[in-house]
């Protein structure tokens, strides 16, 4: 059998320069300069990687039963978006129903070849977090419950070893004794969903705590000036900064500071909850009730629009709003969705563009108003997605 290889032509993301990129099977053989080349070349970067994503058109990871083909249905429509891996996220719900979700997604993953090479995990978000309003966010206090290790594993097992990332509080007792055997076990611990102590949070990272899910949202409405735990992550070098920023969930001042702080360690998340993806207009959801999407893509409360019901947008939201407020250039906006959460998860995918890397690629232009279009994925050197003329 003759060996796979393509060739694409493109202006590279970090250089702005033409370059040829060879793929031979699922790699990148060679990335070669171009002499001459038309100037409407669009631009060439590594997939997009999502850690956080809750449900997408329609599909909800929260809503058990979870249809067999849902997993790798939503893991196709995500193409279109530049994600080439994301991470499912089963949030605080009763035993069962997140036994049940791990099931059904890693059942998927075994029956659909799809499925699996876009999934290196799920993400486990709660129910081990706080109790606190506020700092709860959305989650249901009813299912909120203290580290359980038993109970842990029996879910690991339900995931057939797929949970790859838990998101909880170390607020609890024995929680840095739970963190630690997490970490052992292969689990990037993130803290969230928390009110604990600086001494909590340092003692959750000496045990093996990496990351802060989406930091500044799922908290208090006010806070001590300091200590908090917000500045307490902030200042834990160790941890990685997952940002929603959407423009609506975090003030750009917010988004600027931890970019300071954090810089390869920042990387940004679209949570995403079912309703990305779908047209503007009302909904009614399990956890929010009546929720108006806006024509901007802002999720909100119906009976109060100060309040929101989750994000409604991806990635690509993210990076727009990045370039679009003058927080980050487009190569750095991509970055924080595409290597950053590459090098936390150790995925090959952290090498970016450049020969030997897997080849998950996107083809895209960027217009003047920032606005990103996708003309091409790829996925494992496979075009998997390309858009209609």
């Known amino acids: 059998m003759p060996t796979q290889r393509l060739t694409v032509r493109a202006r590279h993301y970090l250089t702005g320069q033409p370059v040829s990129v060879e793929i031979e099977k699922d790699r990148i053989l060679a990335i070669k300069p171009l002499q001459h080349a038309e100037a409407s070349l669009p631009t060439i970067a590594p997939g997009l990687i999502d850690l956080q994503i809750n449900g997408y058109a329609g599909d909800d990871f929260n809503a058990p039963p979870i249809p067999s083909e849902m997993v790798g ?7 279109s978006e ?12 009763t035993d069962q129903a997140i036994t049940e979700a791990l099931q059904s997604i890693a059942r998927a993953c075994e029956n659909d070849s799809v499925a699996a090479n ?17 700092a709860r966010g959305a989650h249901a206090r009813e299912h909120v419950r203290p580290p359980d290790w038993d109970l842990f594993c029996r879910w690991q097992d339900a995931a057939a070893g797929r949970i790859r990332i838990l998101t909880m509080s170390p607020e609890w007792p024995a929680s840095a004794d739970f963190i630690a055997r997490c970490t052992e076990s292969g689990v ?19 045990s093996g705590a990496r990351m802060s899910t989406h930091l500044g949202n799922g908290t208090h409405l006010t806070l001590p000036r300091h200590p908090n735990y917000i500045w307490e992550q902030l200042a834990q070098d160790a941890l990685h900064t997952c940002m929603i920023a959407d423009g ?17 360690k920042a990387l940004i998340v679209s949570d995403a909850v079912s309703l990305a993806g779908l047209p ?12 108006i999407l806006t024509p901007q ?27 679009a407020r003058g927080l980050a250039d487009l190569p750095e906006a ?15 995918q952290s090498q970016g563009l450049c020969p030997g890397a897997p080849a998950d690629l996107v083809i895209f232009r960027a217009d003047p108003t920032h606005q990103i279009e996708i003309h091409q994925t790829y996925k494992s050197g496979q075009l998997v997605y390309e858009r209609a003329v």
């Open 73 to 79: 249905r939503l893991a196709r429509l995500l193409w």
């Open 334 to 348: 991509w970055d924080l969705a595409s290597l950053h959460p590459a090098m936390l998860m150790k995925r090959p």
């Open 297 to 323: 893509g802002r999720l909100h409360l119906k009976e109060n629009d100060k309040l929101l019901a989750g994000s409604a947008q991806m990635l690509l939201a993210g990076i727009t709003h990045l370039t």
């Open 118 to 134: 876009a999934i290196p995990g799920i993400h486990l978000e709660g129910p081990f977090i706080s109790l606190e309003d506020g």
């Open 248 to 264: 609506f969930h975090l003030p750009d001042q917010v988004i600027k500071v931890i970019l300071k702080v954090k810089g390869a």
């Open 280 to 291: 503007a207009g009302e909904y009614t959801t399990p956890v929010g009730g009546k929720v």
């Open 188 to 206: 990037t611990v993130s803290i969230g969903h928390t009110a604990a102590t600086s001494d909590q949070i340092a003692a959750a990272v000496q």
């Open 82 to 93: 530049g994600v080439t891996c994301f991470y499912p996220t089963v949030i605080t719900n």
